[in-house]
């Protein structure tokens, strides 16, 4: 890949391997933009988590070549992690109240005393935290905690922003209200490097999107084009009362050309993804009848991360 | 102004500190001692520089219970993303060890100033008392956070901390002196304990007794908390930081 002077990060071929043995990070190549909301999605144990490790010179790279605000980090660790902030998965609170923390956190960055109690007043009301201002961090139920946490990041200024997984066990209130914050502060132009295994969180906050598997990047992309390279496809999705839809998706899956894939979620729901959806659609339905079976519903719609999520998994299984 | 980074990590090991409780704890408690034993036993004048000299080893407590902390709770990943070097975070556990350890001598001071009407010591004596708590800090946070950066359960790391104090404590002569009275094993103990060391030497201090030989027994103090500090810190800059 092109080495970008003007990108925030920029990796190529970058290994991470905790036992000599086996890659947690393995050959990883991707640039992120200055400015950009970029968003790392995976699975659990996908490699996310050491992918941040590595990028925030928390552990160095086996192998490849990484630079960071155009610095290696194998030299420059120091003055990487003084323009970079960093919200862990974990939470990591000291023994103090939410506003303890913040002043302790302002004075360990070394902001000085005006600028901090500002800053401080400033995020503990756009974060909502006014009212637990005085609650010990501990004391916090889980969406506070990760609200506490995010908030506190800002408490310097910074170059790149690393979130990751910040939304994770909270729920899908929480999550949405959580995500409109961090759109908020990063309104201005701020670098983010957001993990996450939430599908609908990348879509509603990246510009840009590598969705990883087995410590490698198996597809990079805006979200918009990720939609249209696992398509210009739609989806057409369909369902049935008892225990007839097997026999239906069966012969809906013998009447679709090479080009269509078939999948069945837990729900039973069957989704085709398809470039022709009303050929899709007459296959169905011609099916349907054929067995007279009754359909419960049917539906065409664009494809969602989801979709491309799945499909780009399902490549790099079949492509291994 | 901003401070340098090792300062604003003492700062912050302060504030984190020096909550009601844990001063309850660190000083109280010492001073309870002093009050209990002191009267308990009628000799305040031995007790007093004893528990002096034990701040040194509540100081190493905190010291190793904050990289504890900070391990368990997720803070020392959080610094070390931040504007620190590993080295930075050591030296400001250190640098706050001792400062408790000093301050602690100098509450415990007070408290016998109090409790005995007035006790002098010379200038001689606190250059020893100094030296000496520094050094026993030193030796007793370099200890403990070997014990920190080795263990990974919280249960056993309370034990074996709980375990290593209660032979360091009372198998030494803070609280009595080592006399041919005393068991043959409990003899060797209080000589091989250097929690015992730190006590004679404060307490020669304290009195104003100070001979020659508690040079040697500096040195020997000195030699083996440079020993533990560079194991603490060969330890500590492998250990895992527990950032998942």
């Known amino acids: ?311 780009s998994i399902g490549e790099q299984r079949s492509g291994n | 102004m901003v401070l340098p980074r090792v300062s604003r990590l003492v700062y912050r090991n302060f504030k984190v500190n020096t909550d009601p409780a844990s001063l309850v704890i660190l000083v109280g408690l010492p001073a309870m001692y002093l009050v209990f034993f002191g009267f308990g036993f009628g000799d305040l004048l031995f007790i007093a520089p004893g528990l002096m000299a034990f701040q040194s080893v509540m100081a190493g407590t905190v010291g190793g219970g904050m990289l504890w902390a900070d391990r368990r709770y997720g803070m020392l990943a959080q610094l070390l993303v931040g504007p620190f070097s590993r080295l930075d975070y050591l030296l400001g556990i250190m640098l706050t060890t001792v400062i408790f350890g000093l301050a602690g001598a100098v509450v415990m001071y007070a408290v016998a100033f109090a409790l005995l009407h007035g006790v002098y010591i010379s200038p001689l004596g606190w250059g020893s008392v100094v030296v000496t708590i520094t050094v026993g800090s030193l030796f007793f946070g370099a200890l403990m956070l070997i014990l920190s950066a080795l263990v990974k359960s919280n249960n056993t790391y309370n034990s074996i901390q709980i375990l290593v104090l209660f032979f360091i404590n009372f198998a030494s002569t803070v609280f009595y002196p080592n006399t041919p009275r005393l068991p043959v094993i409990l003899q060797v103990l209080f000589r091989v304990n250097p929690l015992s060391y730190i006590a004679n030497l404060v307490r020669a201090g304290f009195d104003g007794t100070l001979v020659p030989v508690d040079l040697f027994y500096l040195i020997g103090l000195l030699t083996g908390t440079v020993i533990l500090v560079v194991l603490a810190t060969r330890t500590y800059m492998r250990s895992d930081i527990s950032y998942t």
């Not at chain 1, 323009?83 to 004075?107: A, K, L, P």
């Not at chain 1, 500002?118 to 969406?143: V, Y």
């Not at chain 1, 398509?231 to 998706?249: D, M, N, Q, W, Y």
């Not at chain 1, 899709?280 to 359909?295: C, I, M, N, P, T």
């Open chain 1, 1 to 311: 890949m092109h080495q970008n002077t003007s990108d925030a990060i920029n990796a190529v071929s970058l290994v991470h391997s905790y036992d000599g043995k086996k890659n947690a990070v393995d050959g990883m190549t991707f640039n992120v933009r200055r400015g950009e909301v970029f968003g790392v999605l995976g699975r659990n144990g996908a490699g996310k988590s050491t992918l941040i490790k590595v990028l925030t010179t928390l552990i160095r790279p086996t192998a490849g070549k990484l630079t960071i605000l155009g610095m290696d980090p194998s030299h420059k660790s120091e003055e990487i992690r003084a323009r970079i902030g960093v919200v862990q998965q974990d939470e990591s609170f000291d023994f103090t109240s939410v506003e303890g923390n913040f002043d302790i956190y302002g004075v360990l960055w070394g902001i000085p005393k005006a600028v901090r109690i500002e800053r401080r007043e400033r995020l503990l009301k756009e974060f909502d935290l006014l009212e637990i201002r005085k609650k010990r961090s501990f004391d916090l139920s889980g969406g506070q905690k990760r609200r506490a946490q995010v908030a506190r990041e800002f408490m310097h200024d910074m170059d790149i922003l690393f979130l990751d997984e910040p939304t994770v066990g909270l729920d899908v209130i929480m999550r949405r209200n959580l995500l409109d914050l961090i759109k908020e502060q990063v309104k201005g132009g701020l670098t983010v490097v957001f993990t996450t295994h939430n599908l609908e969180e990348a879509d509603y906050l990246c510009d840009r999107i590598a969705v990883v598997e087995s410590g490698k990047v198996i597809a990079l992309d805006t979200v918009e084009n990720l939609k249209r390279l696992y398509g210009g496809k739609k989806t057409v999705e369909f369902a049935v009362e008892g225990s007839s839809g097997i026999e239906l998706v069966r012969a809906v899956e013998q009447s679709l050309d090479g080009e269509s894939t078939l999948k069945v979620l837990n729900d039973g729901t069957a989704l085709v993804l398809t470039e022709d959806p009303k050929k899709a659609l007459r296959v169905v339905v011609e099916a349907s009848q054929k067995l007279g079976v009754q359909l419960e519903w049917l539906n065409v719609r664009k494809n969602t991360l989801e979709d491309v999520f799945l499909s």
